[in-house]
């Protein structure tokens, strides 16, 4: 498995879950600037369930020392998104993403066929 072709897939997909959830943010309050949705990303209480997920992404980018193996990186990512585990919270919210965003399931595809 390649690492760095795993990672671009992550990113993507962590791409096409930041647009889903900006798009319902936006249909409920109103267009809101980059910065804005930065920071309205970073609440725990309302983005917390996307913490698992961008946890797996920087541990792509821990020191050598520190990183995991890239087979125990796959392993992680696996267990994190294929499939999605409805009794978590980042599972739970990652579902009903992909039941109305056709984006998020074809950056879910292309992750899984690498998995």
Same mark, same amino acid.
């Given at each position: 498995?390649?690492? *760095?072709? $795993? #990672?671009?897939?992550? !990113?993507?997909?962590?791409?096409? %879950?930041?647009? @889903?959830?900006?798009?319902?943010? /936006?249909?409920?309050?109103?267009?809101?600037?980059?910065?804005?949705?930065?920071?309205?990303?970073? *609440?725990? $209480? #309302?983005?917390?369930? !996307?913490?698992?997920?961008?946890? %797996?992404?920087? @541990?792509?980018?821990?020191?050598? /020392?520190?990183?995991?193996?890239?087979?125990?990186?796959?392993?992680?990512?696996?267990?994190?998104?294929?499939?999605?585990?409805?009794?978590?919270?980042?599972?739970?919210?990652? %579902?009903?993403?992909?039941?109305?965003?056709?984006?998020?399931?074809?950056?879910?595809?292309?992750?899984?066929?690498?998995?």
């Amino acid at each position: 498995m390649d690492p *760095d072709a $795993l #990672r671009s897939a992550l !990113l993507a997909l962590h791409k096409a %879950l930041l647009a @889903a959830e900006r798009q319902s943010l /936006e249909r409920l309050h109103g267009p809101v600037s980059n910065a804005e949705y930065l920071q309205i990303v970073q *609440d725990p $209480l #309302r983005y917390g369930w !996307l913490k698992p997920f961008t946890e %797996l992404i920087l @541990a792509f980018d821990d020191d050598e /020392e520190e990183r995991a193996s890239p087979g125990e990186l796959a392993d992680r990512s696996r267990e994190l998104l294929a499939p999605p585990k409805q009794a978590t919270p980042f599972g739970r919210r990652y %579902l009903s993403l992909m039941q109305r965003e056709p984006a998020l399931v074809m950056a879910h595809s292309t992750l899984v066929k690498l998995l």
